[in-house]
């Protein structure tokens, strides 16, 4: 398993930006697809982005479409997401999570990966 570490939560205004990153220890990352979940409080876990491992595809909750980006490079072993627009119901912690030669509907299944991070705070509020 690669072990990942989130970064990049913080407070952000509604309308404003965040940029989370997601660093990964070890070999072979560019064998991972790799996704954001996030969870607020008193909610199920929920399946945010996702991106291929080679970053030719990549897939969205319909809520985040058009304002949250996911991007990867692989020469750095970090995954991103960029927040725009954000809106109060964003609030959460969001976890970074991997899965080694994940199928295209593994990787849109919260449940299918098994290496997970400790988890970032995103706070929208004004």
């Known amino acids: 398993q690669v072990q990942l570490v989130e970064s990049g939560g913080g407070l952000a205004q509604p309308g404003g930006s965040l940029r989370l990153s997601c660093a990964a220890s070890?070999?072979?990352?560019?064998?991972?697809?790799m996704a954001w979940v996030r969870q607020a409080p008193g909610k199920e876990r929920e399946f945010v982005a996702a991106?291929?491992?080679?970053?030719?595809?990549?897939y969205y909750v319909d809520s985040v479409k058009g304002r949250f980006t996911i991007s990867r490079d692989n020469a750095k072993n970090t995954v991103y997401l960029q927040m725009n627009s954000l809106k109060p119901e964003d609030t959460a912690v969001y976890y970074c999570a991997a899965l080694k030669w994940a199928t295209a509907q593994d990787m849109r299944n919260r449940a299918s990966y098994d290496s997970w991070g400790q988890g970032t705070q995103v706070t929208v509020s004004s």
């Open positions: 991106i291929s491992m080679s970053g030719g595809s990549t």
């Open positions: 070890g070999r072979s990352f560019s064998t991972y697809a």
